[in-house]
């Protein structure tokens, strides 16, 4: 069964403190990997997508990084307007343009 | 503003009671979604519809019909609304070539009583 993990579910950051979010996906044939960031009373907003093991975007302080298993969204330097529901997706070869999503990390970074 | 809008934001509806959430993208997309959001469920797909005339059950379709009127418009409609389907709505559009994936509406706020 495909399936997309978030970890972890809620991460609290100091402004400043750099950390990584976690999705570990299981799809039989991966087309793409999709971040959204998601704030409180609005719809997901798109980040990034990633093809291919070994690709890297990067947008601001974030960086997202993707394997065979899993993609990393790095957080440099973050600052409070970076506090959100970064949501992680995958589209299928199999099922193209339906997206599975996991159910997100919610980040707050307090000054 | 291009995107997706969704109407009407908030809803409170008694059980039994029917209802039609609109949905409207200006992009052209060829590709419509409706998804409902739960906390600790994340986003779950509802129908889509691939493109005008066409649409297709998603993982969670029981209690919603839905209607592709347009390639702009697709409609979500709760004929008998129960307390399970209190959730937040998302309405999203897309295009196979494009790199975006989905492009989001706002969302609806639907309370059953």
């Known amino acids: 069964e495909d399936q997309v993990t978030q970890s972890p579910e809620a991460l609290r950051l100091q402004e400043g403190e750099s950390s990584s979010l976690n999705c570990s996906y299981t799809?039989?044939?991966?087309?793409?990997l999709f971040w959204y960031r998601q704030d409180p009373g609005k719809g997901p907003e798109f980040l990034f997508t990633?093809?291919?093991a070994g690709e890297e975007k990067e947008k601001e302080r974030l960086k997202a990084t993707l394997t065979k298993k899993e993609s990393f969204l790095h957080i440099t330097a973050p600052k409070p307007e970076d506090s959100a529901t970064y949501l992680c997706?995958?589209?299928?070869?199999?099922?193209?343009?339906?997206?599975?999503f996991g159910t997100g990390t919610r980040l707050q970074v307090f000054p | 503003n291009a995107g997706v809008t969704q109407t009407p934001k908030f809803q409170v509806l008694k059980t039994g009671q029917s209802m039609t959430l609109q949905c409207a993208q200006d992009?052209?997309?060829?590709?419509m979604y409706w998804y409902r959001q739960d906390p600790g469920m994340g986003l779950r797909l509802i129908y889509y519809?691939?493109?005008?005339?066409?649409?297709d059950k998603g993982e969670v379709p029981n209690g919603y019909n839905v209607s592709r009127l347009n390639k702009r418009e697709f409609s979500l409609r709760l004929e008998s609304a129960a307390p399970s389907q209190t959730s937040v709505y998302f309405c999203?559009?897309?295009?196979?070539?494009?790199?975006?994936?989905?492009?989001f509406g706002s969302g609806t706020r639907l309370t059953v009583v």
């Open positions: 990633l093809y291919s």
């Open positions: 997706a995958v589209e299928p070869f199999y099922n193209t343009d339906k997206l599975i």
């Open positions: 799809v039989s044939g991966l087309r793409g």
């Open positions: 519809s691939a493109s005008e005339g066409t649409t």
């Open positions: 999203a559009s897309s295009e196979r070539s494009d790199t975006y994936g989905y492009t």
């Open positions: 992009m052209n997309h060829n590709s």
